[in-house]
């Protein structure tokens, strides 16, 4: 009996992902590995895919001499990411427990408390204040808007088939403040910026869930992925083309001159190779091709950063 009891809490509390053994993580003292795992410091996709929308704003309005920002609006995304992957994990703890890709994040595993994890979003949200700081008070107040849904979004796989795009909405939120960053105010581009951004976020962050289907069935999860099931390629297809109409749009209102819209391409080319590649059926390409983003990202940036600042 004892033998017994010893084990279950072995399992509990001491079984850690091999993430924390390795790498970066593996690094650091044992006490801290499992507040990095909460903010998926051995993952830093998701703080790039944050940031990219906001420097692609930064640089469609040609910069304005405010260089710093390129480096302050990537603190920013680190800290608002990783405080996000934190809160998804406290409020998604029991659905993480059921699941085997997740059942070992800090929280499920109880190798965390809830109140250390607040903790955590507290400081991080302190870091986040800093970075406001820096800001015009039109960017800083659009940036502040972003909380809202991003205290909804891990509610959204509960009640609606599409998630992602209540995921579009916050990851693409910094097309909106690095523009007014920038000039003080919103305007057309940064909009056209945004919602272009929402498309291709709803487009990769299918591909992500793609890896998930089965475990979210299991637990009554649901996703963008599930619901398209054979025809996901073609709806990450679908909004990838709705993002470079838009974002090619957002380009034309700056620099009408189709040049410039030639300036997109190797980002064009790009996502139409991960849908020309895409599977349904195989979780592991899908992740490839999600984390692929990132280059996407960076694509995107140099041609926007190239049409502003030749627009001034």
Not at 70 to 85: E, I, K, Q, T, V
Not at 249 to 258: Q, Y
């Amino acid at each position: 009996m004892a033998a017994s009891y010893l084990g279950a809490l072995v399992t509990a509390t001491d079984i850690v992902p091999d993430s924390e053994r390795r790498g970066f993580i593996g690094a650091l003292p044992v006490g801290l590995r499992p507040y990095a795992s909460l903010m998926r410091l051995d993952r830093p996709i998701g703080t790039w895919l944050l940031y990219w929308p906001c420097a692609w704003s930064v640089a469609l309005a040609g910069v304005g001499g405010r260089w710093d920002l390129f480096g302050w609006l990537f603190l920013g995304a680190f800290a608002m990411r990783s405080a996000g992957c934190v809160y998804n994990d406290i409020v998604d703890r029991d659905l993480d427990r059921q699941v085997e890709r997740t059942r070992l994040r800090p929280l499920a595993s109880r190798r965390v408390s809830v109140a250390s994890a607040w903790l955590l979003i507290g400081v991080l949200c302190l870091l986040g204040l800093l970075v406001l700081l820096q800001l015009k008070w039109v960017a800083a107040l659009v940036a502040l808007v972003s909380l809202a849904p991003v205290v909804a979004y891990p509610f959204m796989k509960r009640i609606t088939w599409w998630p992602q795009a209540w995921l579009g909405l916050v990851f693409s939120w910094g097309a909106l403040v690095g523009w007014p960053a920038v000039t003080g105010s919103l305007s057309l581009p940064p909009l056209l910026l945004w919602f272009g951004t929402i498309a291709w976020v709803i487009g990769y962050d299918t591909l992500y869930a793609i890896q998930d289907k089965e475990d979210d069935a299991l637990v009554g999860v649901k996703s963008s992925a599930r619901r398209l099931g054979n025809k996901a390629p073609l709806g990450v297809g679908v909004c990838y083309a709705i993002a470079l109409l838009l974002w090619g749009a957002a380009v034309w209102t700056v620099r009408p001159d189709l040049v410039a819209l030639v300036a997109l391409a190797p980002a064009a080319l790009h996502l139409v190779g991960q849908v020309a590649r895409a599977n349904p059926d195989d979780g592991e390409l899908a992740l490839k091709l999600f984390r692929s983003n990132r280059t996407c990202g960076l694509l995107v940036f140099l041609a926007v950063l190239v049409v502003g600042l030749s627009a001034r």
